[in-house]
């Protein structure tokens, strides 16, 4: 599942930079999903050095900064250069502790009704049974109408009965 998700973040980083591309709205610990940001940069905002960097071995560029459980995505293979001339951009993330927060204000463990104050499209999708197993609910907030096709989805995966969030997951659709 890891590297389905891995593989979706490289083949719609292209439309995340292109010149029609907006701003992205998703915010995670003061970084902005899609901006170009130093390895320093990144420890600083996550907590310092990470416990455990991984490169990846299918795309170039790509390395996975591991937090305890948390996974956060940086490369450093963007097709251009901000303006200070960085090349590295924060790509996404897996969160699954209360230790980050995005949008300002959500964390792990919130209720999933605290969702409703974060300007975007929501689609919740309660719990399911899957070959015969239970499926917890997930939520998917999209920036808008216009970006939700192909660009940055975030899922908020939560248990059904106690209705808080379980684990976040930040990522490009490239549908």
């Known amino acids: 599942i890891m590297k389905r998700f891995f593989y979706i973040f490289a083949c719609v980083f292209a439309i995340a930079f292109n010149g029609n591309a907006q701003q992205s709205n998703v915010v995670v610990n003061g970084l902005r999903v899609c901006e170009f940001y130093s390895r320093e940069q990144m420890y600083e905002a996550l907590g310092g050095v990470p416990d455990k960097i991984e490169k990846s071995e ?3 560029g790509e390395e996975w900064f591991y937090y305890g459980k948390d996974v956060f995505y940086w490369y450093s293979n963007a097709p251009y250069a901000n303006e200070k001339g960085i090349y590295n ?3 996404g993330c897996q969160i ?12 792990v463990g ?3 009704e605290k969702l409703k104050t974060v300007p975007g499209i ?3 999708h309660p719990r399911k049974y899957k070959d015969g197993k239970e ?3 997930y939520i998917i907030w999209y920036q808008s109408e216009e970006l939700r096709k192909d660009y940055i989805w975030v899922t908020f995966y939560y248990d059904e009965s106690a209705q808080k969030i379980d684990w976040i997951h930040v990522f490009f659709n490239d549908l």
């Open 96 to 107: 699954y502790t209360d230790r980050y927060v995005i949008f300002d204000s959500i964390r």
């Open 135 to 137: 499926v917890d609910g």
């Open 122 to 124: 929501t689609e919740n």
């Open 110 to 112: 919130d209720p999933i």
């Open 58 to 60: 299918e795309f170039v």
């Open 89 to 91: 951009y924060f790509g």
